[in-house]
């Protein structure tokens, strides 16, 4: 009977859900008013589903929003059934906005490796595919030389114990995610991929880097 079942439980703790919504009805794709935060900072990374990604840095202080989206491909306004089709080329990434007199960029890097593997390719706990690759994107020649500095400093003190396969790429375009995509977590709380993958990869990161969070509900 377990052949039976496993397969069923796998498919439950996959970020896929493509097979719960069609695809001849896409959903829509949140629209952002940038001109609320003109005034704050943006950094941008990829490291597995977005939902967990997001719930990370939003409990981080100073961190004022976080938006899932797609970033890294080649594809024009992709939605995302096309990039679980690995064809875009593009992965579940994140937009941060932050307040750059709270919390610095470096801290965001550090987080990023903090909370994920940066040793696996193309896969993050239960999910595989290009589209879950770790990225860390960089918007200037400052933030590329801190992200290179980085690796480089956890590669010579092996602190993963395996290579660190992070692509790092300018960031070009970020698309935006359809709207059932944002705050996943918060909307979902009860699902089973956020139960069994998504809070025990938070509660992971909470004991590597409580100082950084905000004082918040129980997760």
Known sequence: MKK???PIFIFCLSCDISSSRPIDNPEPILVVNNQDYQSMSKAYFASGCFWCVETIYESLEGVKEVYSGY???TTVNPNYYQVISGKTGHAEAIEIIYDSTIISYDTLLKV???SHDPTTPNRQGPDYGTQYRSIAFYSNDEEMKKITNYINLLSTNSIFGKNIITQVE???KFYYAEEYHQD???KNPYSPYIQNVSIPRFNRFK??????LK???DH
Not at 207 to 212: A, I, L, P, R, T
């Open 207 to 212: 004991q590597k880097v409580s100082d950084y």
């Open 4 to 6: 039976y079942f496993l």
């Open 215 to 217: 004082i918040k509900e």
């Open 184 to 186: 996943y977590e918060k």
């Open 170 to 172: 300018e960031i070009d």
């Open 112 to 114: 990023f490796f903090d």
């Open 71 to 73: 970033a890294g491909g």
